[in-house]
């Protein structure tokens, strides 16, 4: 059973994040609610944050940035990332069943 997340849709996982922008340092910090935050250290001026999200992810995931896409939230905290064939998963992830 998956966290609540999180979930696979074929071989992209798809993640519903809370993100806290202008941290000192890029980290997962656990779960917030029914979401995963992460801490990223670029501040919410002018899509930054959204940029800096996705190559956070890319880098976590081990994928290119364009297999990193926002899928939602992206004027606010609560957001839906989808990476497409992750090589890497974060931590609480599971492979999907194949």
């Not at 609540?4 to 779960?31: I, M, T």
């Not at 002018?46 to 939230?73: D, I, K, S």
Request: hydrophobic share 40%.
């Amino acid at each position: 059973m998956s966290a609540p997340w999180y979930r696979w849709d074929g071989d992209a996982l798809l993640l519903d994040v809370h993100v806290q922008p202008g941290a000192s340092r890029d980290q997962l910090a656990g779960v917030h609610g029914d979401r995963l935050k992460i801490r990223i250290t670029a501040p919410p001026l002018e899509g930054r944050a959204n940029r800096h999200l996705v190559a956070f992810l890319a880098r976590l995931c081990g994928v290119p940035r364009a297999r990193v896409t926002l899928v939602a939230g992206a004027g606010g905290r609560r957001k839906r990332v989808r990476v497409e064939s992750p090589r890497n998963l974060p931590e609480g992830v599971q492979a999907p069943d194949r």
